[in-house]
């Protein structure tokens, strides 16, 4: 009776160690995973400095020709439709950093030089902003003048011989990079494509938890006609009557912690794909607008965000703030 006893208690001992084992392993790992990102809640909280002049907002007037709202309430941004001063006077309160990834692979060094000088110019001036330059030439990154608060380092990554790879293995060197590096660091990210200039302000009116940028190529199309990957057999497939817009690979953000999640989730759905001999019909572009599709994007910044020099201006855009350039793609492309 007594040994029955004795082992009774040995058993509840073990089972009582075993589950505090376990919550406290589950515990650690939450405070480890809440613990990571900066400043939480930044987002949330928007203080202006008091006194501050400005015009006096309208609810009444303002743009008409532009739908400036989603169907699921995140605002899309247009010239117009918001004030730079009052949002800077906010943001600059927060003293957050902005981190920026750039790939110059193989040619497409040619890109950086203007790329990085028009950014001093318009991207986030007056802000800390912390540049990150992918490339396989490192020697030949070009020296350029950066305003203080700013900086630039440089990685190398491999090359090679297929663009498609270029451009999807972003995610995977993305991902790797807030999990090495950003956490703690930097408060935004975007993701931008180096075949492109700055030409208006990109600045606070960006930011935001999820932030996708509206493709300039499809924009006043029926989304029948969205380059979605139309393989059901994919990771990135989106069924025709489908999907929101159709969202740019070359430009998107938002905060680290949700940037790290897009980023995950595309890589493992590329790798994926991959394993099972699929590519989908736009890389990364094609699982980018599969996951906000399925995550929607809390703020849309219109085409201004990413025009294409060769596209004449549409009237509604009244500014370009950044333009991939005109290129010759059998030149600069390894294939
Ligand atoms: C404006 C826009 O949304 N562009 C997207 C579009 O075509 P793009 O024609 O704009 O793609 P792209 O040739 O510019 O390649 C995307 C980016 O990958 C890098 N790169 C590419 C090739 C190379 O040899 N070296 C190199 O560094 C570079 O940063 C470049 O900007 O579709 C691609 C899908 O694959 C990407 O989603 C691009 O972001
Ligand atoms: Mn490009």
């Known amino acids: 009776m007594a040994v029955l006893h004795t082992k009774a208690v040995t058993v509840i001992l073990s089972v009582t160690v075993l589950l505090g084992l376990l919550y406290l392993s589950q515990y650690y790992r939450s405070a ?33 020709d532009v739908v400036t709202v989603t169907p699921w309430l995140a605002p899309v941004v247009w010239e117009g439709t918001f004030n730079p001063f009052l949002l800077d006077s906010i943001y600059k309160r927060k003293n957050i950093t902005i981190a920026a990834t750039v790939f110059a692979v193989g040619k497409y060094i040619m890109f950086l030089k ?11 001036v007056g802000f800390r902003v912390d540049f990150y330059v992918f490339t396989d030439r ?27 790879e270029i451009s999807a293995r972003r995610m995977e060197i993305i991902q790797n990079l807030i999990e090495k590096k950003l956490q703690n660091r930097a408060d935004y990210i975007f993701c931008l494509d180096v075949d492109s ?10 930011l935001g938890g ?32 489908e999907g929101d817009f159709y969202y740019c690979g070359g430009a998107f953000g938002g905060l680290v912690e949700e940037v790290h999640l897009l980023a995950k989730t595309c890589r493992k759905n590329f790798e994926d794909d991959a394993k099972r001999g699929i590519e989908a019909a736009w890389q990364e572009e094609s699982h980018l607008n599969r996951y906000m599709w ?12 990413l025009w294409q020099d060769f596209k004449p201006k549409n009237p ?16 600069i492309r390894p294939n």
């Open 197 to 206: 200039k700055f030409h208006g302000r990109w600045g606070a009116e960006s």
């Open 138 to 164: 490192p020697n030949e990154v070009p020296k350029v003048n950066m305003a203080a608060g700013r900086m630039l380092t440089v990685r190398s990554v491999p090359s090679s011989n297929r663009w498609q």
């Open 32 to 64: 480890v995973e809440t613990t990571t990102f900066s400043q939480p809640g930044i987002d949330l909280h928007l203080e202006s400095p008091e006194h501050l002049k400005y015009n006096q907002p309208s609810i009444v007037h303002g743009r008409t």
């Open 114 to 124: 203007d790329f990085l000088q028009t950014s001093e110019e318009h991207f986030f």
């Open 294 to 305: 399925i995550n929607k994007p809390s703020k849309v910044l219109s085409p201004e965000y």
């Open 210 to 241: 999820l932030v996708a940028v509206i493709h300039p190529g499809y924009y006043r199309d029926d989304r029948s006609r969205f380059p979605y990957e139309r393989s059901p057999a994919s990771n990135a497939y989106v069924a025709p009557g």
């Open 316 to 331: 509604e855009v009244q500014i370009i703030r950044f333009s991939g350039v005109i290129k010759n793609y059998a030149n």
